[in-house]
């Protein structure tokens, strides 16, 4: 019987892994790893007990899991990023709605020790303006793809105190589209003035990479029906490599014809058609404390923190046949945080669940926003449902609202505001499978 429930899991994680290989999220962190905690806002994510999501969100709460279980589900993001130029113009960077995949199993090995293996994207952005929207000097679209394979062991050390821990081998790839003025650069490089008075270039780099980490964590229960959990992971850097390629030259001139003349020597001089390139881009770590109390058969009361080490993302650097082509700031300041959740058992077939977080943006200096990444601090409002068909399997669907508020503007190089973001938005609808064998 074990064999055979091992078979159907590793079944489930293949297309589970298929799937997630294909997808492209919105957003650049992505906490949507269940479907089943979105609905209460991420609140006591792992701890909780009540899918196995905890083996992404602290490997120590496997222990709640008896003999062995599976899941898979998704997180479909949609995206409003509903912007407005001071000179009237409007543009909106949202992309396709994208579905975002999660696969776990958990094997109990004996009384003392368990095993779990989860499939995630964890972090993951797609944006898209048209290639002459007013600000594409912050970025004309953006894609990162990040798929995480996490095994991870636990240990029951006694009736109160479990420790788990894992290692991650991470796959991540990115296209970054961008417009950059080179007038000045022009200028330095040039002996004699140019007759110019604005050049600009479409810079696109697409590059992958593999790269690992690694997570642990630990729970207390110092009572039956109450659970505190603390879990880190530890950040990945990514020096990923592929293609760059810096075209759509775009200058205004005295003289007739003299961007054709321009392109061939910015050919020469490396500065235009097709290369190799190289960006670094880090996926922050990250410490979350959670707690779980079932005050009684009704009623669960949850709450978790999370910190975010983003002022690991202090500039992104692109290369390009081994020379810096371009620097963009980012000058980001770590994150945090806060959800408050409650589960109603209203019957033994239905559980509903409520849940609300409040999450600070990165953006330290609103100068440096981008387009690509906007970004703001966020309410998030959720609800959702479990439904117990039987004793061996479980279905989840959830709905959230993420909602930006305070500073969204755009700022242009010399200082001057460009225009806002009147929307910061996302609407996360989620659905997942529970089975246990």
């Known amino acids: 019987m074990q064999r055979a429930a091992f078979k159907v899991a590793l079944s489930a994680i293949a297309v589970a892994a298929a799937f997630a290989s294909t997808a492209h999220a919105a957003g650049f962190m992505l906490t949507e790893q269940s479907a089943g905690a979105l609905g209460r806002a991420y609140a006591g994510a792992g701890v909780d007990g009540t899918d196995l999501s905890g083996v992404y969100y602290n490997p120590a709460t496997m222990v709640l899991h008896k003999g062995t279980a599976i899941q898979m589900g998704f997180v479909g993001i949609g995206l409003n990023l509903d912007y407005v130029g001071e000179d009237g113009t409007t543009a909106n960077g949202r992309n396709k709605s994208q579905a975002i995949p999660h696969g776990y199993i958990v094997h109990q090995i004996n009384d003392k020790a368990w095993f779990g293996l989860a499939m995630t994207v964890p972090f993951g952005m797609g944006t898209e303006y048209?290639?002459?929207?007013?600000?594409?000097?912050?970025?004309?679209s953006a894609t990162i793809l990040t798929f995480d394979l996490n095994p991870n062991f636990a240990?029951?050390?006694s009736e109160k105190f479990s420790v788990g821990f894992g290692a991650s081998i991470q796959y991540a790839s990115a296209d970054l589209k961008i417009r950059k003025n080179i007038t000045g650069e022009l200028a330095e490089k040039s002996p004699s003035p140019l007759p110019i008075t604005d050049a600009s270039v479409r810079s696109e780099i697409d590059a992958d990479s593999i790269a690992w980490g690694w997570n642990v964590g630990m729970m207390w229960s110092p009572l039956e029906n109450l659970r505190f959990g603390v879990s880190y992971r530890s950040k990945i850097t990514h020096d990923a490599e592929g293609d760059l390629s810096i075209d759509q030259l775009n200058v205004e001139s005295s003289i007739p014809g003299f961007d054709s003349i321009l392109a061939g020597q910015l050919e020469d001089m490396r500065m235009y058609g097709d290369m190799t390139g190289a960006a670094t881009v880090t996926a922050p770590a990250w410490a979350m404390a959670s707690v779980a109390w079932d005050v009684n058969d009704l009623v669960s009361l949850y709450g978790t923190f999370r910190w975010t080490d983003w002022s690991s993302f202090d500039e992104l650097k692109i290369d390009g046949d081994g020379v810096t082509k371009s620097t963009i700031p980012n000058k980001w300041r770590d994150t945090y945080l806060g959800s408050l959740g409650m589960d109603l058992r209203l019957t033994d077939w239905w559980t509903l669940r409520g849940g609300i977080a409040y999450e600070s943006s990165p953006i330290a200096n609103p100068k440096y926003r981008t387009a690509i990444i906007p970004?703001?601090?966020?309410?998030?409002?959720?609800?959702?449902?479990?439904?117990?068909?039987?004793?061996?399997?479980?279905?989840?669907?959830?709905?959230?609202h993420l909602h930006g508020v305070h500073e969204r503007n755009i700022y242009a190089a010399d200082g001057s505001k460009e225009g806002r973001f009147r929307k910061l938005d996302a609407y996360l609808l989620g659905a997942q499978l529970v089975y246990k064998f």
């Open 375 to 400: 970004d703001a601090d966020r309410w998030w409002f959720a609800i959702g449902s479990s439904f117990k068909w039987s004793d061996n399997f479980q279905t989840d669907i959830s709905f959230a």
């Open 130 to 140: 048209d290639n002459d929207w007013a600000g594409n000097e912050h970025g004309i």
């Open 155 to 157: 240990f029951k050390l």
